[in-house]
């Protein structure tokens, strides 16, 4: 059975622009979650997705969003990059419910110069 | 934040078992103790994780306290690859919140 699966794996950006991160869930697994972890620092929560819907969300700027399409699969968006967006971000995905395991991606290493 | 308090740092003999501690003084009746590890620049992986009553699976031990309010992790060998941050994760009891991350323990293992 596949993982969760990220892409692209490496993303260079410029300040200002946009990056579009992926993430396919693990078949069956219904919710994804995004975290944020920069260089040296712990895991941040970013956003909740479950049955397409956003669920809950981090303390991050509303320039990043993201949405889950029907086949659970998700997408990150960050607009107006800035430097300190610099980080891994990390997928997750898991089944519904309390008592359900948490399962990572590899995660896509975000730089903006 | 966290709900969840674990020591910064801990290190273990190869070959010893490793006893990685984690205080959660406020949780409640339904939420689950999980255990994740962070091998560097990977994604978490995932551990053990229980409610109630003591768990063992082929990577580790779950010992929970009666009153719940801490638990113990213990890696019965510890080997080389064993060395990573350990995080002690209380997932909050209403559907519809996230797993918070705290800072979790740096396990060295040392030959």
């Known amino acids: 059975e596949a993982g969760v699966t990220q892409s692209p794996t490496h993303l260079i950006k410029t300040r200002g622009q946009q990056a579009t991160l992926r993430c396919s869930p693990i078949?069956?697994?219904?919710?994804v979650y995004w975290y944020q972890q920069a260089l040296g620092l712990g895991l941040q929560f970013l956003l909740w997705?479950?049955?397409?819907?956003?669920?809950n969300r981090g303390n991050f700027p509303p320039r990043f969003s993201g949405r889950q399409f029907p086949n659970y699969s998700s997408e990150l968006n960050v607009n107006a990059l800035e430097l300190e967006d610099s980080a891994l971000y990390l997928c997750?995905?898991?089944?519904?419910?309390?008592?359900?395991?948490?399962?990572f991606g590899s995660g896509t290493q975000l730089s903006v110069l | 934040d966290a709900k969840t308090t674990q020591p910064p740092s801990m290190d273990c003999a190869e070959g010893r078992a490793a006893n990685l501690p984690c205080n959660h003084s406020t949780i409640s009746g339904n939420e689950y103790v999980y255990w994740y590890r962070q091998i560097h620049s990977q994604g978490p992986q995932y551990i053990i994780h229980?409610?109630?009553n003591n768990e063992t699976n082929e990577m580790a031990s779950l010992i929970i306290t009666e009153d719940r309010k801490s638990s113990t992790l213990i890696l019965p060998h510890a080997t080389l690859r064993d060395t990573a941050v350990y995080y002690c994760?209380?997932?909050?009891?209403?559907?519809?919140?996230?797993?918070?991350f705290g800072p979790g323990t740096r396990l060295s293992v040392l030959p």
């Open positions: 078949s069956g697994h219904t919710s």
């Open positions: 997750a995905s898991s089944r519904t419910g309390l008592g359900e395991k948490l399962f």
């Open positions: 997705y479950d049955e397409g819907e956003e669920r």
């Open positions: 994760i209380v997932r909050v009891s209403n559907y519809g919140q996230n797993f918070v």
């Open positions: 229980g409610l109630k």
